[in-house]
């Protein structure tokens, strides 16, 4: 394996690599952080490593795979938040990408969630970029991180916790992205 944070070795069309990948979310709920990911995804990147802002990323998320490693939790947020028999899908499309330093770019985006639109920013950095060979020719592979805070009423993700007698889940919720990509380049 060889490591290198040459951008312009980038350029290419890549697939998210599920078995390396992670798209978490964060949010308190009484006393404690709670975290959760969706485990079913699958996305798209177009990566110009020398021109970063034509670059693309495309991601769907299968809102039944929401994992919080509690099965009475991921019931109550399948049906009460995400509503997952109407909406199957999370969607994420770049509309922007700019190059903040050598490492970091902000990422902004349309975030589809239970048919509901909005551009949000993701502060990212590449953290590794590397050539591999697997036995089946050379592949190159960049894994970014990600982070974002949303707001879930903007999405409509509400419900009335006082109704029933529960403490509230705040409206702030934090993305968590770990993503590694990769693809063949023709001449490596």
């Avoid at 953290?127 to 990600?146: F, N, S």
């Amino acid at each position: 394996m060889t490591t290198t944070t040459q951008l312009g070795r980038l350029t290419g069309d890549y697939v998210v690599d599920a078995a390396h990948t992670r798209l978490g979310f964060a949010t308190r709920q009484t006393f404690a952080k709670v975290r959760g990911q969706f485990d079913e995804f699958d996305g798209h990147v177009h990566l110009d490593g020398d021109d970063p802002s034509r670059s693309t990323v495309q991601i769907t998320i299968r809102t039944s795979s929401i994992q919080t490693r509690n099965r009475r939790r991921d019931d109550h947020l399948s049906r009460s938040f995400l509503e997952v028999a109407q909406h199957p899908t999370i969607t994420f499309t770049s509309t922007r990408i700019e190059q903040v330093d050598e490492t970091r770019f902000q990422v902004t985006g349309d975030l589809t969630i239970r048919d509901v639109t909005k551009s949000i920013q993701l502060r990212g950095r590449l953290v590794t970029l590397a050539t591999m060979d697997l036995g089946q020719g050379k592949t190159l592979r960049a894994k970014y991180t990600a982070t974002s805070t949303i707001s879930r009423n903007a999405f409509g993700l509400t419900w009335d916790a006082a109704a029933v007698g529960f403490p509230g889940v705040p409206d702030a919720v934090q993305i968590e992205i770990t993503a590694e990509v990769g693809y063949t380049p023709p001449n490596l």
